[in-house]
């Protein structure tokens, strides 16, 4: 798992104490990269952790950076919290060069988390881990009624389905006739 | 947690780990939602060939399970209702509101569907309503299945809906209305009967003898003579008595091309211990392969899964064959332990015999 310490706003990352990783030590000097999310703590993750991402994997794979280099360039997921971020990591550390298990139970149980949690491994395009995700998703409403159902994914009726496409037609020709103002002016 | 703030793809994989009848529970909560499963599960829902209405779950995963009381059953759905009615909730189907529950749990799995709640005399309009809304889900290349009885009334005419009846002829008083019961059956596919001393007898005509699959339990091969008229495809019959000559007589009514041309598979158990003799095979002229190689192997996937939850027929490994003098097609024959069991490829003799090379 890796530890952390807070960020600045500063354009220089802070300090991040090493993911202790597997027990035996690699034969080979293992890459490591630097991530923040929305509230620049910067985690530092090995390139093996970080082949889950095929975001990730695809941006670092032709850099060649040196260690400074990448100390000094974190990737920066400013549309993901501090706190899901440090969960998509130790998910990527724990099943770093190992086949990933049928089930994972260590999701998180809050719904909104969760939520935060599929968005970012969307995002971050790691396959295994949107699965399992997906699955605690199904899992929220197996055994519900309709009704609890609609409740737990916020499902809109037929009403405030039809409300809601009025409303967004009326912005998008309200945008529209002002942009056409706009031009006018301009024109003027 | 606002499901269509999930992009498509992650609503797909939510979708796509989601039992049956979650998926159609969401359905009915709005029109976006119907449209949204249709299009992400089409890989998932051709899958399915066949829609079955009836009483018991059972294991097939081709098959989509509805509960749905015929006769009987009808009045425990009733007392049910009666007993626990919390657990109901109101869903709009075709447009008409309905009362339903979630099913329990079968001895092999849960239905697909939420269990309706209705009164016999609605019965029919429920059937109807809840068929159209399937036949919009999955489209009419699905076989969609009444499974009922005899004694049961309801055999509504629905586009696209066949019927699976099952039902015990040791009651069976009045042929003429057996016989009229299913001339009335829109489209018979399935039979599962038991027959017990019955000595009627029903026209080489009926419908019966057209259903795609018979499963029967009966006395003698005379009532009803399946190993005379059959018209569909596999047939397991189960026999008290029954002579070789009958035996024979079949299987050189299927060689002549006489009866028989849509039969795939036939199996013939005698019940009273007098397994079929071996001269069988010489009286109907088999035909050996080459005894020091294997033979091949005879498989089909059965039209119905049934009781036994086996979705493939019995493997027939026999040297033994017969060909059809109409199109020189082959069949293996197999006799072992009180059972004959007949098995036709979809191969000449010459295609058949270098199955072996």
Redesign the interface.
Same mark, same amino acid.
């Given at each position: 798992m890796s530890s952390t310490e807070q960020g600045t706003s500063s354009a220089a990352p802070a300090e991040p104490t090493t993911a202790p990783e597997s027990a035996a030590a690699p034969e080979v000097p293992e890459s490591f990269y630097y991530v923040h999310g929305k509230d620049k703590v910067v985690h530092k993750v090995s390139a093996g952790a970080l082949q889950h991402s095929a975001l990730i994997h695809g941006m670092i794979s032709n850099l060649g950076y040196t260690e400074e280099q990448a100390k000094a360039n974190p990737f920066p997921f400013e549309n993901i919290d501090g706190d899901i971020l440090q969960m998509v990591v130790d998910w990527c550390n724990q099943h770093k060069g190992k086949p990933t298990p049928p089930e994972d139970t260590n999701l998180p149980k809050q719904k909104e988390k969760l939520f935060d949690l599929v968005l970012a491994v969307n995002y971050l395009e790691i396959k295994e881990l949107l699965t399992y995700c997906c699955k605690q998703v199904a899992m929220m409403v197996k055994g519900k009624s309709p009704e609890e159902i609609r409740e737990i994914w916020m499902i809109p009726t037929d009403a405030e389905d039809e409300a809601a496409e009025k409303e967004a037609k009326k912005r998008a020709g309200k945008e529209a006739a002002g942009e056409t103002a706009a031009a006018a002016g301009d024109a003027k | 947690? #606002? %499901? @269509? #703030? $999930?992009?498509r793809?992650?609503q797909k =994989?939510?979708? +796509?780990? !989601? =039992?049956m009848l +979650?998926i159609f %529970?969401?359905s $009915?909560? @709005? #029109?976006? !939602?119907k449209k949204m499963i249709k299009l992400s599960q089409i890989s998932r829902f051709k899958t399915i060939n066949r829609v079955v209405y009836g009483y018991y779950p059972f294991q097939d995963n081709r098959a989509v399970v509805i509960p749905f009381p015929m006769a009987e059953h009808l009045e425990e759905f009733i007392k049910r209702r009666k007993e626990a009615k919390n657990e109901y $909730?109101q869903?709009n189907v075709s447009g008409n509101e309905m009362d339903f529950r979630?099913p329990d749990k079968g001895k092999y799995r849960l239905y697909d569907f939420p269990e309706a709640s209705f009164d016999k005399s609605d019965q029919e309009s429920v059937l109807k309503s809840i068929h159209y809304y399937l036949l919009d889900f999955f489209g009419d290349s699905v076989d969609y299945q009444l499974s009922t009885n005899y004694y049961a009334h309801l055999i509504p005419k629905l586009p696209h809906l066949s019927v699976c009846v099952t039902f015990n002829l040791s009651v069976l008083h009045d042929m003429k209305s057996f016989e009229d019961f299913l001339s009335s059956t829109p489209v018979l596919k399935r039979i599962q009967m038991h027959v017990c001393g019955t000595k009627k007898r029903l026209s080489p005509e009926s419908k019966l003898y057209q259903a795609e699959y018979i499963r029967t339990i009966q006395h003698d091969p005379h009532f009803p003579a399946v190993l005379r008229h059959f018209q569909g495809r596999q047939a397991f019959l189960s026999f008290a008595k029954c002579e070789d000559l009958e035996l024979i007589e079949f299987v050189k009514r299927w060689k002549s091309g006489e009866a028989f041309q849509k039969l795939e598979y036939m199996k013939i158990k005698m019940t009273d211990n007098k397994p079929p003799r071996y001269e069988v095979l010489n009286a109907v002229g088999v035909k050996y392969t080459d005894k020091t190689k294997q033979p091949p192997t005879h498989t089909l996937a059965k039209v119905f899964i049934t009781g036994d939850c086996k979705p493939y027929t019995d493997p027939i490994i026999s040297h033994s064959y017969v060909v059809r003098e109409s199109d020189n097609r082959v069949a293996s024959v197999s006799i072992h332990r009180n059972e004959l069991n007949f098995g036709v490829w979809n191969k000449t003799e010459d295609e058949f015999l270098k199955l072996m090379d």
């Open positions: - | 947690m #606002k %499901l @269509s #703030k $999930f992009p793809l992650v =994989e939510i979708l +796509d780990n !989601m =039992e +979650d %529970l969401v $009915f909560l @709005s #029109k976006n !939602m $909730f869903l979630l």
